[in-house]
């Protein structure tokens, strides 16, 4: 039997247990061998669980225990998941995580530690849950070059801005309904800041680049701004807005972003609402595929993590090669990157258009019966160009850049 360690027992550590007892049969058929639940570290008492007598609240009893193989990380953020996790790997324990925020800020060193060691460090469930993608990603489509990776990754903001869409809330009332949902936190910063869309976009990048990408590099930016005038604007222009994370390759330096975009409907991005996510990829030869599916659920997610389980068990003394290098991946800063961008203007076009063409030379005009203000739609040119000539006019309300 091969015995293995859960760390963190709440949703996904719980339906990790869950999916291996649900596909016990199968899994020992594919593996060869059945997969037992030895320890499930939390701080927590779970009286009456099942797995009641598993449960450990000492990290050492799981370090120390050789029978131990492969432990799984789904404690979530970076301490003490990033400590627990290096300990496993230095004691010759392979490695299964969920947790983009550890694989975005030490994937690097750990990977380095699982080669040292002939050991392996998985994470297909840290970017777009149960869809298969970080597979695919480095082993189907292993020799080829990718060019582009664009991305609706985060099931929350998409649930909120379909309801703006679709519905016309506001943000505020949008998240409320997220929250009671429960697809949104408390807390929701790390969601509607982008900063986990950011997390995974650089993962994905790294893993195409086989090259360590800064996340803390990448220009990020939320939708806290985005209202429902913009959907109403959208609307009349048949595009839809989106929270994307994007990298293109160039050359020697990639240039990877997250913002809000407005997706035209022709777009395969633009029919991606609800809490799901989309991962379209763009090869050299390959051409354009996409990736679409649950992009979390407590047991879409766990899916993800059993199949980085099963793929160990076939390699439980040799080193699966995979992940990215320590060297530096160049980022192409955003005020370098051109786009197209959607602005609006406080006050009538009748009186004020004249001067933004004048500036943004071939703007096209958008305009909403009884609003006092008016949108354009402007070439494309790159992002410091853009500051500059808006820097004329202290009455702009929004800028959206255009996909």
């Not at 392979?94 to 998985?122: M, P, W, Y």
């Amino acid at each position: 039997m091969m015995q293995i360690a859960v760390m963190g027992y709440g949703t996904i550590g719980s339906g990790v247990v869950e999916v291996l007892e649900i596909n016990r049969e199968r899994i020992a058929k594919k593996t060869g061998q059945e997969i037992g639940v030895k320890y499930i570290l939390d701080l927590r008492e779970f009286p009456g669980d099942p797995y009641e007598e598993q449960i450990v609240h000492d990290f050492s009893v799981i370090e120390k225990d050789e029978d131990v193989c492969l432990v799984v990380e789904a404690m979530g953020g970076v301490n003490p998941a990033y400590a627990f996790v290096k300990a496993c790997l230095e004691s010759g324990k392979h490695v299964v995580t969920s947790n983009k925020a550890l694989v975005a800020a030490h994937g690097t060193e750990l990977l380095q530690i699982a080669r040292d060691r002939n050991l392996n460090f998985l994470f297909e469930a840290s970017v777009g849950g149960g869809i298969p993608l970080i597979r695919p990603l480095t082993q189907s489509l292993a020799g080829e070059e990718i060019l582009e990776i664009c991305g609706i990754l985060n099931g929350t903001t998409n649930y909120i801005l379909t309801k703006m869409d679709q519905e016309g809330q506001d943000f505020e009332t949008a998240l409320k309904k997220a929250q009671e949902l429960g697809y949104a936190e408390r807390n929701p910063e790390a969601d509607v800041e982008g900063y986990d869309t950011c997390r995974k976009i650089a993962i994905l990048t790294a893993l195409a680049t086989e090259r360590e990408v800064n996340f803390e590099e990448v220009y990020t930016e939320g939708i806290t701004r985005i209202t429902d005038t913009d959907f109403q604007y959208a609307a009349r222009l048949k595009t839809s807005i989106r929270l994307l994370g994007v990298s293109r390759m160039d050359g020697e330096r990639v240039s990877v972003f997250v913002c809000p975009v407005m997706v035209q409907a022709d777009h395969p991005l633009y029919a991606v609402s609800d809490v799901y996510n989309g991962v379209v990829v763009r090869g050299r030869t390959v051409g354009t595929i996409m990736f679409y599916g649950s992009g979390a659920g407590k047991l879409p997610t766990a899916n993800a993590v059993v199949s980085d389980i099963v793929e160990i068990a076939g390699h439980l003394s040799d080193h699966i090669p995979f992940g990215w290098s320590a060297k530096k991946q160049a980022l192409t800063p955003v005020e370098e990157q051109n786009f197209s961008y959607f602005i609006r203007f406080a006050g009538q076009a009748a009186e004020k258009f004249a001067d933004v063409e004048a500036v943004f030379a071939g703007a096209r005009l958008i305009e909403l019966e009884g609003k006092d203000e008016f949108a354009v739609i402007t070439g494309r040119m790159s992002e410091a160009r853009c500051r500059k000539l808006a820097a004329a006019f202290p009455d702009i309300l929004q800028t959206i850049r255009c996909f």
